[in-house]
């Protein structure tokens, strides 16, 4: 295991998260699309875990993909994510976890921009976002 990793039991998650966060990070839950924080937020800036703090995301690579949820081209490193099969729902999607403490952040799609043709479809209540100074 990575000196990196944040790992807590689902006692101290529920007490240090908002029942949404804890209900969208660790019991993998969604918000409704164009009733969220960040979905239309066009400052610049980070966006970071609100679980654990890591960067996650940058504003350069948000952009609107009419879905109503933030959504980014790619993620601000290869290290910053995880990506893990999901079959909930009869479907098949790909997960989009955080690396350092494993929330779930949303799901990743083959019908985003240039450069990366990925949308990156995250829940605003998984991230924090910090406007560049």
């Known amino acids: 295991m990575s000196k990196d990793k944040v790992t807590k039991t689902e006692e101290e998650w529920k007490r240090e998260l ?43 690579t948000k952009f609107d993909s009419g879905t109503g949820w933030p959504s980014f081209s790619g993620p601000i490193s290869e ?33 985003g921009p240039g450069p990366t043709g990925k949308r990156y479809c995250m829940n605003s209540g998984s991230l924090r976002f910090e406007e560049a100074k």
């Open 79 to 111: 290290d910053a994510v995880e990506l893990h099969d999901d079959k909930t729902f009869r479907m098949v999607r790909t997960e989009v976890a955080c690396a350092r403490c494993g929330s779930h952040l949303g799901h990743v799609f083959d019908d």
């Open 18 to 60: 908002t029942a949404d966060q804890f209900r969208i990070l660790r019991l993998k839950g969604t918000e409704l699309p164009f009733h969220n924080a960040y979905y239309d937020n066009k400052r610049k800036g980070r966006y970071y875990c609100a679980g654990c703090g890591k960067e996650l995301f940058s504003s350069e």
